[in-house]
């Protein structure tokens, strides 16, 4: 018998649809688009206002009004308000990153409280409260610099402890020990201390060349000593009017990441063997670049955040040549304010005497020439009769 092959049938296509028309396309897309709307302001409407005692949830809800109300502007506006109310929307959208960002560090610091943090240990509840912090960095052979400033605005004794009790103004000489702790250097300090009780001692090796490392520990320890609104580090061949700089630093009270000083930017030296060689100068670009803005390091500011930053992240802050430039690094990527505040980098006599007759009392006054005054523990004495602010001033001032 034959069999007989069956002839393969061909494969039913199912129908193309229909292609949709442009037209069509549009009008799918803005329908779309304006029912996205529309639902996105009924959330907005209907979202509970924030209990959050902060104030950080309310924020966030107001931008969601803000974009209700650009959403109405764009229905009943004209076509040619669409760009102005887009740039509208674009500032809330990076005010509201910036509180984000803000809330996140707030976040970290208290982790970091709790926690103990990659360093030294955050401020706890239970330190002395104050509200300014002044540490003066100060070497084994300054003695004389030292006993300069005792005799002019660094107040002795009970004058000291009242200062830090009813003006919260804490100021401390700050050091280290040397590379044989117990050694004749050490045993020095002590004495000197325990004559005074105005030391700072810090874990951290003395040298001129570990001033960055310094100015972490500094931080730290004092983060861990005393809760404050600010701290400031400044040298001891610096004239500074207490009450003054109690005074510019108050204006910035309300603000959580503040960094104030006499912000500069100057070059950086690659050649070996100049004073504030750079060897890492590659870092900063080409030949013949300059820093990225900050405080000079003769007197400088931090709010208690970023002290509190400087304090859980010390041993990954990487350290530059130069203690200015490295603590502008680590603050460079942050959000923070920085206030150029050139009452904090007047010049010695005639400049501080002149804006002082004039009403305009410095807060800081120093030889540019010599990164402090030349010659201090013998003319800190003068400058201070010219330039300084009065004994009572501090004490005169308003509640800090």
């Known amino acids: 018998m034959a069999l007989t092959e069956r002839q393969p049938q061909p494969e039913k296509k199912a129908p193309r649809a229909r292609p949709m028309s442009g ?32 104030g950080h949830g309310s924020r966030i809800h107001l931008f969601a009004d803000d974009c209700d109300q650009s959403r109405r502007k764009l229905e009943e506006g004209k ?20 509180s984000v960002s803000s809330l996140e560090m ?33 070497a084994f052979s300054s003695k004389r610099r030292r006993d300069s ?43 000197e201390a325990a004559a005074t009780g105005d030391f700072l001692r810090l874990d951290h090796v003395e040298g001129y060349h570990e001033l960055s ?31 003054m700089l109690a005074a510019r630093l108050a204006k910035h009270r309300a603000r959580p990441r503040v960094y104030v000083g006499c912000m500069k930017s100057g070059p950086v030296l690659s050649q070996k063997g100049v004073k504030y060689h750079e060897p890492e100068y590659w870092k900063f670009g080409d030949e013949g670049n300059k820093y990225f803005r900050h405080a000079t390091g003769q007197i400088y500011a931090v709010s208690r955040d970023l002290a509190s930053y ?13 203690e200015d430039v490295s603590l502008g690094a680590w603050l460079l990527g942050l959000e ?14 005639p400049d501080c005497e002149w804006k002082k007759q004039a009403g305009n009392v410095c807060a ?28 009572g001033a501090v004490w005169s001032a308003a509640a800090i």
Not at 215 to 243: E, P, Q, S
Not at 310 to 322: C, D, V, Y
């Open 310 to 322: 400087i304090s859980i992240n010390q041993p990954i802050l990487h350290r530059f040549a130069n």
């Open 79 to 98: 076509p040619n308000d669409i760009m102005k109310e887009v740039s509208r929307t674009h500032q809330a959208i990076q005010s509201l990153d910036k």
């Open 23 to 54: 037209k069509a396309v549009v009008m799918l897309c803005a329908t779309s688009f304006f029912v996205g709307l529309l639902l996105s302001g009924r959330t907005a409407l209907l979202t509970p206002p924030s209990s959050d005692p902060s």
């Open 213 to 243: 490392a310094k100015a972490r520990a500094y931080f730290a320890t004092a983060v861990a000593t005393w809760d404050a609104d600010f701290y400031v580090k400044v040298d001891d061949d610096v004239h500074v009017n207490l009450g």
């Open 364 to 391: 800081a006054s120093f030889d540019w020439s010599c990164s402090g005054i030349c010659k201090s523990a013998e003319r800190m004495r003068s400058i201070h009769s010219a330039c300084g602010e009065g004994d």
């Open 149 to 191: 400033l005792r005799d002019t605005w660094v107040p002795r004794g009970d004058r000291l402890r009242r200062l830090e009790r009813e003006k919260g103004v804490v100021v401390r000489f700050v050091i280290g020990h040397s590379a044989t702790p117990g050694g004749a250097l050490d045993r020095a300090v002590d004495v």
């Open 336 to 349: 923070v304010e920085h206030v150029d505040d050139r009452s904090l980098c007047c010049a010695t006599p």
């Open 106 to 138: 707030e976040l970290a610091v208290e982790r970091a409280r709790q926690n103990g943090g990659l360093g030294v240990a955050a401020p706890s509840r239970g330190l002395p409260k104050a509200f300014v912090v002044v540490g003066i960095n100060t």
